[in-house]
């Protein structure tokens, strides 16, 4: 009985190492949606300046990305955000976000693209789009005024 356990034992131990990397996690395959998802990059260009940003993982961003690319005038905000309107709704999941942070990209009212470049608490709720990677000089490129925004892919 000790040698059919201990062979059960080894065996599940052989076949668990298979199943790792090289840094002794499982292994885990991902799927070429999945690799599309993590690597949704985009480039948002302002006045010449042109910022990394990375696309949220959902069909609101999906909507987005089909559309690109887009150049439009974002109008002034609050001295914290530019917008946008569309003539027409995207998919939207508004949550409350509690916190907005520079370079956030959200939907508001299903038809609003907004680019946030200052940080700050809110009770609002949006859809998250995507963030500007980028945002040391955000705030001085997009500050005061209305501005040309194009959207493009990586």
């Avoid at 910022?51 to 990305?65: C, H, K, P």
């Amino acid at each position: 009985m000790k040698k059919i356990l201990l062979s059960i034992l080894i065996l599940n131990l052989i076949f668990f190492t298979g199943c790792a990397n090289s840094e002794g996690t499982p292994a885990k395959n991902i799927s070429a949606q999945e690799t599309e998802a993590i690597a949704t990059k985009i480039k948002v260009t302002v006045n010449g300046k042109t910022f990394d940003a990375t696309l949220e993982d959902n069909e609101s961003a999906r909507a987005l990305l089909k559309k690109l690319p887009l150049e439009f005038t974002m109008t002034e905000l609050n001295g914290n955000e530019k917008y946008y309107r569309f003539n027409e709704n995207f998919p939207s999941n508004d949550e409350r976000v509690g916190k907005i942070s520079t370079g956030d990209l959200m939907l508001y009212d299903s038809s609003y693209i907004v680019l946030f470049y200052k940080d700050f608490p809110t009770s609002y709720s949006y859809t998250r789009l995507g963030k500007i990677l980028n945002t040391a000089e955000l705030e001085k490129i997009l500050g005061g005024g209305n501005v040309t925004v194009k959207f493009d892919k990586n």
